[in-house]
């Protein structure tokens, strides 16, 4: 069994300094096998905001994975934007872009979907889906596949489509062919859980697709909140940690379980 702690859009900058100890307990707590951080760890790609962001995961004993959102690359600073867009990124994350992190089941594959030509949203690039096809296969069967990236490949309803990661029909017919489980993203501060079925209709192909909402006060209507991914083949458990103002405390709130068939990841009945 697995246990991987998702998390996105903290937003150092955006964060409420009160939720802090309360999500390093939460997630010591769990005590995960990964952490996986799906961009937006500031909100300006300001110094202090990373070196914020730096402490946060130094004080996590745990394996991590972690990628950058748009909200890593500095947005009025127009020469840094788009000469060194990560550049304060890398000093103080990592230099690390196409994370890796592997053991006896499962292997996550971190890509940075964030860009420097356009504000808010992201791609995936053809060079980005053949390095990660190439990594998957030198993958066991039996070994779940995770991708993160910071953008998302499916939507939750009423979001525009304009919020899906650029070259995602293309990456995704790739992708599927090399057996992908698991796709992880955050960005749009919504929790999700879906499947990619019914978007990209690729027969005997079914992946789920899950959502990290935000943990900064940059809410869409939810309270902070953050994921929890239990792995356990042939199925896997999705459960939502929510910000409780009353207990002062993280506490879960909803749990949906997927079981792996011959048509891939379906919902357990």
Same mark, same amino acid.
């Given at each position: 069994?697995?246990?991987?702690?998702?998390?996105?859009?903290?937003?150092?900058?955006?964060?409420?300094?009160?939720?802090?100890?309360?999500?390093?307990?939460?997630?010591?707590?769990?005590?995960?096998?990964?952490?996986?951080?799906?961009?937006?760890?500031?909100?300006?790609?300001?110094?202090?905001?990373?070196?914020?962001?730096?402490?946060?995961?130094?004080?996590?004993?745990?394996?991590?994975?972690?990628?950058?959102?748009?909200?890593?690359?500095?947005?009025?600073?127009?020469?840094?934007?788009?000469?060194?867009?990560?550049?304060?990124?890398?000093?103080?994350?990592?230099?690390?872009?196409?994370?890796?992190?592997?053991?006896?089941?499962?292997?996550?594959?971190?890509?940075?979907?964030?860009?420097?030509?356009?504000?808010?949203?992201?791609?995936?690039?053809?060079?980005?889906?053949?390095?990660?096809?190439?990594?998957?296969?030198?993958?066991?069967?039996?070994?779940?596949?995770?991708?993160?990236?910071?953008?998302?490949?499916?939507? $939750?309803?009423?979001?525009? %489509?304009?919020?899906?990661?650029?070259? !995602?029909?293309? /990456?995704?017919?790739?992708? &599927? *062919?090399? @057996?992908?489980?698991?796709?992880?993203?955050?960005?749009?501060?919504?929790?999700?859980?879906?499947?990619?079925?019914?978007?990209?209709?690729?027969?005997?192909?079914?992946?789920?697709?899950?959502?990290?909402?935000?943990?900064?006060?940059?809410?869409?209507?939810?309270?902070?909140?953050?994921?929890?991914?239990?792995?356990?083949? $042939?199925?896997?458990?999705? %459960?939502?940690?929510?910000?409780?103002? !009353?207990?002062? /405390?993280?506490?879960?709130? &909803? *749990?949906? @379980?997927?079981?792996?068939?011959?048509?891939?990841?379906?919902?357990?009945?």
């Amino acid at each position: 069994m697995r246990r991987i702690v998702h998390l996105s859009d903290i937003h150092f900058g955006r964060l409420h300094p009160a939720l802090v100890e309360p999500l390093l307990s939460a997630i010591r707590g769990l005590a995960p096998d990964l952490v996986a951080v799906s961009g937006d760890l500031t909100q300006r790609a300001r110094r202090r905001e990373f070196a914020d962001a730096r402490r946060f995961l130094d004080a996590l004993p745990f394996p991590r994975l972690v990628l950058p959102g748009n909200h890593d690359v500095p947005l009025y600073n127009l020469f840094t934007r788009f000469v060194t867009p990560l550049a304060r990124y890398k000093a103080a994350i990592t230099s690390d872009l196409s994370p890796v992190y592997r053991d006896e089941e499962m292997i996550v594959v971190g890509v940075n979907t964030a860009r420097s030509l356009t504000i808010g949203e992201g791609r995936i690039n053809a060079r980005q889906v053949e390095d990660v096809v190439a990594v998957l296969a030198t993958a066991p069967p039996a070994l779940l596949r995770v991708i993160v990236t910071h953008h998302p490949f499916d939507l $939750p309803d009423g979001v525009h %489509e304009n919020r899906l990661i650029g070259g !995602a029909a293309k /990456a995704m017919r790739k992708l &599927a *062919a090399a @057996r992908a489980d698991l796709f992880l993203a955050g960005h749009l501060h919504v929790s999700h859980v879906g499947d990619t079925a019914e978007r990209y209709r690729i027969e005997g192909h079914a992946a789920l697709v899950v959502q990290a909402g935000t943990v900064s006060t940059r809410s869409r209507g939810e309270q902070p909140s953050f994921n929890v991914i239990r792995v356990e083949r $042939p199925h896997i458990t999705i %459960e939502r940690l929510v910000w409780d103002p !009353a207990r002062a /405390a993280f506490s879960a709130v &909803a *749990a949906g @379980r997927y079981r792996h068939g011959e048509a891939g990841w379906r919902q357990a009945v």
